[in-house]
């Protein structure tokens, strides 16, 4: 009897953590799903007010119509495309070498101003991009940088989140691993890349996520001014604000076909995120 009622309270339990495990996962969607129903509504039914969740009449003109205007552009659409592509994947990677390389000597080393250093990282983290906007284009215009891919490659290099996460993670993988490595005759580099890498995978292909989605929905707008550098989330915003609520339906198109990437590059490292989240570090 006592095993019966202990199974009924487990099952119990399991069947409430999934209702609550549910609901909340089902709150995150809501935005995704409603930008996707944004996108198969008629124009008529964008602007019913209260607005509707749900579409009555789903059609797929808005998409119709969005690849009609890009298929009229003075530049190929498949070079914006190209260009997106181009920056967000090897600005990520680039800032992924490169916060992994600044965090190992914060993660693991001593030299005076350290600690100092790594605050200012961290009171970094308390500001949007756009507050260094205008110092970020004078270092550009002084560097000749403007209406060319560096532009675009460069700045996300030093975005601070990644330095934070990779020394976070870092720090944790104990001293008595890399004085192993040492005495086996490994350089500094070689501990990095191929122990200390290795060992925080998760932390960087989570990185990975963060950085590419930011990256990939940035315009440029301010440093690029010729065409044939543009990237897609300029383009499409150019597309869709010139006839403001005639367009309103390709701008919810538009907003749809830039979440496909980053979705993609999530999904594909889904697990590894949730290994992040529960990460404790590697243990004596």
């Not at 099952?11 to 129903?37: E, N, R, W």
Request: aromatic share 14%.
């Amino acid at each position: 009897m006592g095993k019966k009622n202990k199974l009924n309270r487990s099952t119990a339990g399991d069947v409430c953590i999934f209702i609550v495990l549910a609901l909340f996962g089902s709150f995150m969607a809501l935005p995704l799903v409603y930008a996707i129903v944004q996108a198969l509504k008629p124009l008529e039914e964008i602007f019913i007010f209260p607005p509707r969740f749900f579409v009555r009449r789903p059609t797929l003109e808005n998409f119709g119509t969005l690849f009609q205007l890009t298929g009229n552009l003075w530049v190929p659409f498949s070079r914006y495309v190209f260009n997106s592509l181009f920056v967000s994947v090897v600005s990520t990677i680039g800032h992924v070498i490169f916060a992994s390389m600044a965090a190992y000597p914060l993660a693991k080393y001593n030299f005076p101003g350290k600690n100092f250093i790594f605050n200012i990282v961290v009171m970094s983290l308390l500001f949007t991009p756009e507050v260094t906007e205008i110092p970020r284009y004078m270092v550009l215009a002084k560097t000749g940088m403007i209406n060319s891919y560096w532009a675009l490659l460069l700045p996300p290099l030093a975005m601070p989140l990644g330095l934070y996460l990779m020394r976070q993670f870092m720090s944790q993988i104990p001293d008595s691993v890399l004085e192993a490595a040492k005495i086996d005759g490994a350089s500094i580099h070689q501990t990095l890349w191929r122990i200390v890498m290795p060992a925080v995978k998760p932390a960087w292909l989570t990185l990975i996520i963060f950085a590419f989605q930011s990256i990939w929905n940035r315009t440029g707008m301010a440093y690029i001014y010729v065409e044939q550098y543009k990237v897609l989330p300029t383009i499409l915003r150019q597309l869709t604000q010139s006839s403001n609520i005639a367009r309103a339906g390709v701008a919810a198109a538009s907003t749809v076909l830039l979440m496909i990437p980053p979705i993609i590059i999530f999904v594909i490292t889904q697990s590894n995120v949730i290994e992040t989240m529960s990460y404790s570090g590697m243990k004596d």
